[in-house]
């Protein structure tokens, strides 16, 4: 696919995953390691116009900021269950916190953890994590379907290495389309980067209204059906288009948006 229309596009709105997208993906969530010269650039996209650019992470929002830090972007964070972006008043969209279900979930899980499964508790979702053991993908998937099916208010977000627990309604999907007719953003053409199955459903609903859904390869997406062959691409690509144009706006994190 060419990509130097995109270049030169104005009126853009570029949705971003972080893990396996712009991050390289570490054997676990808290080992990621973001470049400086990357924040660098996302806060350049930002300023330059600060409704061109949204996260749109699995991440909770306080763990895609302390990521970032300095910077503070808009995002849609754990998979749409916080949505900070302009025009909006709180982050939290009245998704069931987790904690609700908890001890039942641990139960079902104990017994991989103690064969080294590792879980990690967002405010949303539980991820389960079986990278350093992938003999048990299969019955963690398996087990967590079966949850599931007595929990009707959650659903199992499957991912490489990675089974989540969310709230039913929650998605970025749904997120993005919700993001779509949401003014200031409402008739700006999405374009959407991700590399996983939670974004692919996303991507679907941007190709879907117009937009333009760009995939990178890895553990999901074959190179053959990407667009990018790396996150280091991403990065590549987002630099030149960062210095495509000069706002000759001053580096001021203070623009980036508050809580
Ligand atoms: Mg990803």
């Known amino acids: 696919m060419d990509l130097r229309p995109l270049k030169t596009a104005r009126d853009d709105l570029l949705l971003l995953d972080l893990d396996g997208t712009v991050i390289d993906i570490a054997p676990l969530p808290g080992e990621v390691w973001v470049d400086g010269s990357l924040k660098s650039v996302l806060h350049e996209l930002f300023m330059r116009d600060p409704l061109g650019l949204v996260i749109v992470t699995g991440r909770s ?3 895609a900021d302390r990521m970032l830090t300095p910077i503070r972007l808009p995002a849609i964070a754990s998979h749409g269950a916080e949505v900070r972006v302009a025009g909006t008043a709180a982050a939290s969209t009245g998704a069931l916190s987790i904690r609700y279900l908890k001890p039942a979930l641990e139960a079902v899980l104990n017994p991989f953890v103690t064969c080294g499964a590792i879980v990690e508790w967002k405010p949303y979702s539980s991820a389960v994590h079986v990278r350093t053991a992938p003999e048990l993908a299969g019955p963690v998937l398996e087990a967590l379907r079966a949850f599931v099916e007595r929990n009707r208010s959650y659903r199992v977000q499957p991912g490489p290495y990675v089974f989540e627990v969310l709230p039913a309604g929650v998605a970025k999907a749904t997120a993005v389309s919700r993001l779509m007719q949401h003014l200031p953003y409402a008739g700006r053409r999405p374009v959407f980067i991700g590399d996983d199955c939670a974004d692919h459903d996303a991507m679907r609903e941007v190709e879907r209204v117009g937009g333009t859904a760009l995939k990178v390869a890895g553990e999901y997406f074959p190179i053959s059906d990407s667009h990018f062959a790396s996150t280091a ?10 210095r495509e144009e000069t706002s000759g706006t001053a580096s001021d994190c203070s623009r980036c948006i508050s809580e």
Do not use: N
Request: zero cysteines; aromatic letters at 8%.
């Open 233 to 242: 691409d991403v990065r590549a690509w987002l630099m030149s288009r960062a």
């Open 61 to 63: 929002l306080s763990d």
